[in-house]
């Protein structure tokens, strides 16, 4: 993965780069009941309207596949120091996962902001 590239070059101006950092998240299983705050539909309208970029990515950040039907899915990062919610736009297999994966920082979109 591309991410892993970059960190693993031990270069340490791209490491002062937020936009390469990985963070290692974990899928927050039975959040489907927790419907996206108005005016969005979908998750997946929120991250995209809260997002800088406005654009989900074209593919997956966990399994690397083509984003062709993608999710919002919930997500905590595996620490104990922040335990926020964030979006991260991911393919509907790998929302059903539930193995931590890595994924850049700035995917993620806090669900309270
Ligand atoms: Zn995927």
Known sequence: MRVQTELSENNEHSQ???KNMAI???NLNG???NSAPEPYNTWKEYWKKLHPSHMIPMRCPR?????L?????HV?????LDRKWYIV???????????SFDVESTL???VNP
């Open 89 to 99: 736009p991911i393919c509907r297999g790998c929302n059903q996962a539930n193995t």
């Open 16 to 18: 002062c780069f937020f």
């Open 76 to 80: 905590q990062k595996d620490t104990l």
């Open 31 to 33: 959040t489907s009941d």
């Open 24 to 26: 290692r998240v974990h």
């Open 69 to 73: 039907d993608p999710v919002g899915a």
């Open 108 to 110: 993620l979109v806090p």
């Open 63 to 67: 399994c690397g596949r083509f984003l």
